[in-house]
């Protein structure tokens, strides 16, 4: 087999689609996700849990998602490409993937009763494989589903201990 034939066999498409309701309104969700990342998002979700002292959003565009491993060290995960503040976040990057990868992934809020539906799309081209998109779809909903929420509606603090 060429080398060229073995890169085409390693180039494929992951998308996640997920949908969480949180008891709390939109803009409550949007603080936690892009000012308190590192409440709920932890390993194993994390590039280098030994190192890892801090997960970072910077919640404007062009802004960096990044893990901070201290001294000037870590791991940009994504650039904020898309915000519109309580409605919609849209990151682009690897956001862990290995390999060459160009991922787009959107978070979208919307009201509902007391709470709110969050949406995440999580689309992904470059070297994933159905176990990747297998893995980023457990680890989304554990993020989202069971970390966030947990921190949103009950304080509790499921992410990076630090």
Not at 5 to 29: C, K, L
Not at 140 to 154: G, N, P, S, T, Y
């Amino acid at each position: 087999m060429t080398g060229e034939a073995q890169a085409a066999r390693a180039v494929g498409v992951m998308h996640v689609e997920q949908e969480v309701t949180i008891n709390a309104p939109p803009a409550r969700v949007f603080d936690a996700i892009t000012k308190e990342m590192a409440a709920w998002w932890g390993p194993p979700q994390i590039i280098d849990e030994e190192r890892a002292r801090d997960v970072v959003l910077e919640p404007t565009l062009g802004g960096r998602v990044y893990e901070d491993w201290g001294n000037g060290e870590g791991a940009i995960w994504a650039t904020v490409t898309r915000i519109k503040r309580g409605e919609y976040l849209e990151l682009t990057g690897r956001l862990g993937t290995r390999g060459v990868v160009l991922g787009v992934i959107v978070f979208s809020l919307q009201p509902t009763g007391q709470g709110t539906v969050l949406r995440l799309s999580h689309r992904a081209v470059g070297e994933v494989t159905p176990e990747t998109e297998a893995n980023y779809t457990r680890g989304w909903w554990d993020l989202l589903d069971r970390r966030l929420r947990a921190f949103v509606e009950r304080g509790e603090r499921l992410g990076l201990q630090r």
